[in-house]
């Protein structure tokens, strides 16, 4: 009778053992969907970061001023463009797109004809238009939206916003300031209140960071209708640094009274 029994229930266990648990189907189905995301995912973002290096590496080059041939330009933008262009691309491929742009338009203006000269600004334009949606933060995209726009359709008093723009997102930028202090004294009178006092610090702290070749052109030259508000902002200055910055406008032939130091005397 025991026999029977097992015979009876054996396969009835069986068979229940046979169709998965409703869990085991989920869990099978959310692991195939994961597998799936993983690998849209990877077709999505592996060519962008298959760019990110030499899109580094390019922007880098041209903000330290590396004049890069128009060659390698075009070599590096055939790499980094259909990368940016993919889903999810890092803001860095948008910004090292839009500085090669507009090294080229510079090497156009220099080089080529009016017309070629003007597509490639009409191109670096978009670019940069393009970067700054994806980074509205990025100081020198700004500034170099500015210049591009003054160089293809003269000034405006309405592009100063650009400017401004710069100062707003990075007021203390040293790596940009050489460049965007002598553009700025440029349109000083145009500026907002709060833009002037951003360039009168930028130039104190050109002087505190030793860059006095550069803040001697800067004062004598296209900042020399507005020397005694960038004298002033020198108060907060390191005593060394404008005791230095003094010397070298009296060697140069300035009298040119630096706060806080002792104006020499000359012999004749």
Known sequence: MAATTIRNIMPVTGMSNSRPRPFVVLLRGLLLA????????????????????????IAARII???????QALAE????????????????????????????????AMARKSSDEADAEIAAAEQKLVEALSVNPTD???????????????????????HLERSYLAGPNEGWIAVRRNRVALGVFPLLSELAQARVVDEFAEM??????NDTEANLTGIGW??????LAGLQRVDLVSREAFARMLFRDGYDIQVPGVKQKERPW
């Open 34 to 57: 994961s597998g799936l995301a993983s690998v849209l995912w990877s077709l999505m973002v592996l060519p962008s970061f298959r760019g990110l290096l030499p899109a580094r590496d």
């Open 64 to 70: 330290s001023d590396d004049r890069l041939k128009a």
């Open 139 to 161: 100081s020198f995209l700004w500034l170099m939206l500015y210049s591009v726009e003054t160089s293809r359709s003269g000034f405006d008093p309405k592009t100063v916003a």
């Open 76 to 107: 590096i933008l055939a790499l980094i463009e259909p990368a940016a262009a993919a889903a999810l691309s890092p803001p860095e491929l948008f910004r090292a797109s839009a500085l090669a742009r507009v090294r080229l338009a510079e090497v």
């Open 207 to 212: 002087v505190d960071a030793d860059f006095w």
């Open 225 to 230: 209708a507005h020397r005694d508000r960038l």
